[in-house]
């Protein structure tokens, strides 16, 4: 993997590598760049089909909802089954098998894994994932908060606006995403993982993320202002000026050479 990469990339994964090798605690933060190559559209992707009118941000918010519940949700219909039939990719797998060897080889190093990201492609890689922005495939109600659960759409299922609106068993609101919405607060619980395994790691890893979207954003320079080393995997730039290594490629291409430099150099599992 690692010689298959271009010499000025290779240069850069064995620096971090060779930093993340001895490296006691890494927190790793993910975007939607981390599942672009599972063919899930990143956020800021323009919009295709129907929904090439609307931009994800003026669909994505509490307002957008008061003001066309069934315009939303039919949208989030429409999100899920894109997503419905995506598998992992070999990033999602990379850091999968790195939290799994942490285990078997009983190492000291303490990895949490972050995302922005709604799918569920880390955990059916095997992750253990803290999600800042919610759950595509969860919904809950707009009123009382009372989960839902939704009859998983078929890739064959049409969104049939007129029918897809739904209302809480317990108090008749509508049903909505359990997703985080412009303007909303992020969960209590989630960020609390994050704030702490920013504040208190040595290297911090953004991967396929913009960097754009406060107050995941934030934790690059939480963890900055900690004396953390900021590696960052994205095949554009970023606004993300305080990183201190960039591995300027596609996460898929990136990570199973990272990881493959961080188990090679040590002992093999314990069985
Ligand atoms: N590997 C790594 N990065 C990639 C890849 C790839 N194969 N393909 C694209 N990228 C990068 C893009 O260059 C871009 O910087 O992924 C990033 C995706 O950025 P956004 O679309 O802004 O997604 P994200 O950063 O996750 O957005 C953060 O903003 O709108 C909110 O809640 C939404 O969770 C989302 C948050």
Redesign the pocket.
């Known amino acids: 993997m690692l010689a298959e990469l271009p010499p000025e990339l290779i240069v850069h994964v064995q620096h971090a590598t060779t930093l993340l090798r001895t490296a006691q605690r890494v927190c790793i933060l993910?975007?939607?760049?981390?599942s672009?190559?599972s063919g899930i559209p990143?956020?800021?992707?323009k919009q295709t089909g129907l929904w090439s009118q609307y931009r994800?941000?003026d669909l994505?918010s509490p307002d957008a909802f008061t003001q066309n519940p069934q315009l939303v949700w039919s949208w989030y219909q429409w999100r899920r089954q894109l997503v419905q039939d995506k598998k992992p990719n070999p990033?999602h797998y990379a850091l999968a098998q790195w939290q799994e060897y942490i285990t078997l080889s009983q190492s000291a190093q303490q990895l949490t894994l972050i995302t922005?990201?709604?799918d569920d492609l880390h955990e059916q890689a095997g992750s253990t994932v803290t999600h800042?922005?919610g759950h595509l495939g969860r919904n809950r109600c707009s009123q009382c908060d009372t989960p839902y659960i939704v009859p998983t759409l078929s890739a064959a299922d049409q969104v049939n606006f007129s029918i897809d609106l739904l209302n809480c068993d317990q108090c008749g609101g509508y049903i909505r995403p359990d997703?985080?919405w412009?303007g909303e607060s992020l969960p209590v619980n989630a960020w609390q993982t994050a704030e702490d395994a920013a504040a208190n790691c040595d290297i911090f890893i953004s991967?396929?993320?913009?960097?754009?979207?406060y107050p995941?954003?934030g934790l690059a320079h939480l963890a900055q202002k900690n004396g953390a080393t900021l590696i960052e995997?994205?095949?554009?730039p970023?606004p993300n000026t305080i990183v201190n290594i960039t591995l300027a490629?596609?996460?898929?291409?990136?990570m199973p050479a990272l990881l493959q430099g961080i188990i090679d150099s040590c002992p093999t599992p314990k069985d």
């Open positions: 993910t975007g939607a760049g981390v672009a190559e990143t956020f800021r992707d994800a941000e994505a990033a922005q990201n709604v800042l922005h997703i985080v412009f991967i396929g993320t913009s960097s754009l979207v995941a954003a995997v994205n095949p554009n970023t490629a596609a996460a898929g291409v990136v």
